[in-house]
């Protein structure tokens, strides 16, 4: 897929900085020169093309409830079965496939520990798998923003 500039320039505003208003897509749009509903059909577009996962914040999850990193191992036959039932789950997200025995990796959150425990209790009874629960102990701030050379991947 061939990204215009405008597309270029949205990838590279927006990796962090989302505004924080009652209409952010407005206030994007008109940093790039476009309408607003011009910028939400280039994400919509963005995203189905793959290009962008998400739009959306982030989110310190032990500031708006309880959260845990979560494993589980699942046969390798059936993964694509596990991965999209634990993407049904309520509170997941981040869910990756990973080279381990522990090959299914995701973050869930929930309210308060008690729903937590209570919604990783039900998909370990779905999935009939015991899911490994690994609390945060020290949280760390990796920005995940990149600067892209576009002129390189052209």
């Known amino acids: 897929m061939k990204l215009d500039r405008t597309d270029q320039q949205l990838i590279n505003l927006y990796q962090r900085g989302l505004p924080v208003c009652e209409r952010p897509y407005e206030v994007m749009a008109g940093k790039l020169g476009i309408s607003e509903d011009e910028l939400i059909q280039?994400?919509?577009r963005l995203q189905s093309d793959r290009v962008i996962s998400?739009?959306?914040p982030v989110f310190e999850h032990h500031?708006?409830?309880a959260s845990l990193l979560a494993a589980v191992a699942a046969p390798p036959e059936?993964?694509?079965l596990?991965?999209?039932r634990i993407n049904r789950a309520p509170g997941v997200n981040h869910n990756y496939a990973r080279e381990h025995p522990y090959n299914l990796w995701f973050v869930m959150t929930a309210?308060?520990?008690d729903t937590?425990?209570?919604r990783l209790d039900e998909l370990e009874q779905q999935l009939r798998l015991p899911i490994l629960r690994l609390p945060m102990v020290e949280g760390y701030?990796?920005?995940l923003g990149f600067a892209i050379d576009w002129e390189a991947l052209a």
């Open 42 to 44: 280039r994400l919509r």
């Open 54 to 56: 998400r739009v959306g």
């Open 63 to 65: 500031r708006a409830g």
């Open 78 to 80: 059936q993964m694509d």
């Open 82 to 84: 596990v991965a999209a």
């Open 111 to 113: 309210p308060d520990e």
């Open 116 to 118: 937590l425990d209570e």
């Open 141 to 143: 701030h990796i920005d």
